[in-house]
């Protein structure tokens, strides 16, 4: 196959679907459909980033079902070619708030069990300086550096919009002195960003898309993100937790829910920040009626993080359009 020429198609192609590092976009070709995938140029990262993709595709193929398969890979320009998975993205049909059908829940914690019994020796290279296998308090306490580090990042810039918003000058205070009480579950490679608009219903099974985020860190870690991004019904996500502890190997799911609502409480700190700086930049190109969804959007991720912060979630999403008014206008 033409590489090259493929990689020409996509980027004139209409219709692509782009995440927040890259452009999708479904090709046809002799052989059948291709997803390319191209990345963001001018993307801002905002996650913890441990592997290349292509290195964890081929890390999990021997041991995980349903993922892209991998067809190319190129360095420059810079793109992959991944088999085109024909089916629902989830977030269509059972966006946020929702229930979900119950395949779903089946098959990611069938997905989170696959992930945990990859070996060490089998994953990409992990860093001399990443937490040990075990360490679930270092593993917490770089996630809570690398939102340190991004807040401190923006906070010049954005230091009047954090405050009016009611982000604190110190937001990770109120988990800092909580990372040692983590319990110690061994590491495992981790999907790390499994959310609705990540996974493809298909024919009753579900496909796990998006693995860019991937890790090598603390399996509590990788349920309490999805919960973060999922947004189950509470009646369904208690039945995914008791599903997701009944399944997996006793050492991955060992401790105290007070572990569980530590991340969780992580996560929607990390959100308000990175989302308003995200969603301020978004707001600017955006037509009114997708600027009113993004800003209520914002408006609940911010609210939960002022619940962790201790103060009254009362924005309003007539109080953030003032406040990052001159974002859009200019």
């Not at 995938?37 to 290195?55: F, G, H, K, N, S």
């Not at 996630?143 to 604190?168: C, S």
């Given at each position: 196959m033409a590489w090259l020429e493929l990689y020409g198609r996509a980027l004139t192609a209409d219709g692509a679907a782009a995440g927040n590092y890259n452009r999708n976009v479904g090709v046809l070709t002799a052989d059948g459909k291709v997803n390319v995938r191209i990345p963001l140029a001018a993307a801002d990262v905002m996650d913890v980033r441990l592997w290349r993709e292509e290195q964890?595709?081929?890390c999990i193929r021997p041991y995980v079902c349903r993922v892209p398969e991998l067809r190319h890979v190129?360095?420059?320009p810079r793109f992959q070619v991944h088999h085109f998975i024909e089916g629902r993205v989830l977030d269509s049909f059972s966006p946020r708030n929702s229930s979900v059908p119950d395949n779903v829940p089946a098959d990611v914690v069938t997905l989170m069990d696959q992930l945990v019994r990859i070996p060490l020796e089998k994953a990409p290279?992990?860093?001399?300086?990443?937490?040990a296998s075990g360490?679930?308090?270092?593993?917490?306490?770089l996630l809570a550096r690398f939102t340190q580090d991004i807040y401190a990042m923006y906070r010049d810039e954005y230091r009047v919009v954090f405050a009016e918003m009611g982000i604190p000058a110190d937001p990770l205070a109120v988990v800092e002195s909580r990372w040692d009480t983590l319990t110690p579950r061994p590491f495992a490679v981790l999907h790390a960003d499994l959310h609705r608009k990540n996974m493809i219903v298909a024919d009753g099974h579900t496909w796990f898309l998006d693995w860019e985020l991937a890790l090598w860190g603390d399996p509590m870690y990788e349920i309490a993100i999805h919960f973060h991004k999922m947004d189950y019904p509470q009646d369904q996500r208690a039945a995914v937790f008791q599903r997701w502890r009944e399944r997996l190997p006793a050492p991955s799911t060992a401790g105290p829910l007070r572990d569980l609502d530590l991340y969780m409480e992580h996560e929607r700190i990390k959100s308000a920040i990175v989302d308003t700086v995200r969603y301020s930049k978004q707001l600017a190109a955006a037509a009114p009626p997708e600027r009113d969804f993004l800003i209520r959007r914002l408006v609940r991720k911010v609210n939960a993080a002022r619940r962790v912060w201790g103060s009254l979630p009362d924005l309003t999403p007539q109080r953030v359009a003032r406040i990052l008014a001159p974002w859009w206008e200019g």
């Amino acid at each position: 196959m033409a590489w090259l020429e493929l990689y020409g198609r996509a980027l004139t192609a209409d219709g692509a679907a782009a995440g927040n590092y890259n452009r999708n976009v479904g090709v046809l070709t002799a052989d059948g459909k291709v997803n390319v995938r191209i990345p963001l140029a001018a993307a801002d990262v905002m996650d913890v980033r441990l592997w290349r993709e292509e290195q964890v595709l081929a890390c999990i193929r021997p041991y995980v079902c349903r993922v892209p398969e991998l067809r190319h890979v190129s360095e420059e320009p810079r793109f992959q070619v991944h088999h085109f998975i024909e089916g629902r993205v989830l977030d269509s049909f059972s966006p946020r708030n929702s229930s979900v059908p119950d395949n779903v829940p089946a098959d990611v914690v069938t997905l989170m069990d696959q992930l945990v019994r990859i070996p060490l020796e089998k994953a990409p290279g992990i860093p001399d300086d990443w937490p040990a296998s075990g360490d679930s308090a270092g593993f917490g306490r770089l996630l809570a550096r690398f939102t340190q580090d991004i807040y401190a990042m923006y906070r010049d810039e954005y230091r009047v919009v954090f405050a009016e918003m009611g982000i604190p000058a110190d937001p990770l205070a109120v988990v800092e002195s909580r990372w040692d009480t983590l319990t110690p579950r061994p590491f495992a490679v981790l999907h790390a960003d499994l959310h609705r608009k990540n996974m493809i219903v298909a024919d009753g099974h579900t496909w796990f898309l998006d693995w860019e985020l991937a890790l090598w860190g603390d399996p509590m870690y990788e349920i309490a993100i999805h919960f973060h991004k999922m947004d189950y019904p509470q009646d369904q996500r208690a039945a995914v937790f008791q599903r997701w502890r009944e399944r997996l190997p006793a050492p991955s799911t060992a401790g105290p829910l007070r572990d569980l609502d530590l991340y969780m409480e992580h996560e929607r700190i990390k959100s308000a920040i990175v989302d308003t700086v995200r969603y301020s930049k978004q707001l600017a190109a955006a037509a009114p009626p997708e600027r009113d969804f993004l800003i209520r959007r914002l408006v609940r991720k911010v609210n939960a993080a002022r619940r962790v912060w201790g103060s009254l979630p009362d924005l309003t999403p007539q109080r953030v359009a003032r406040i990052l008014a001159p974002w859009w206008e200019g």
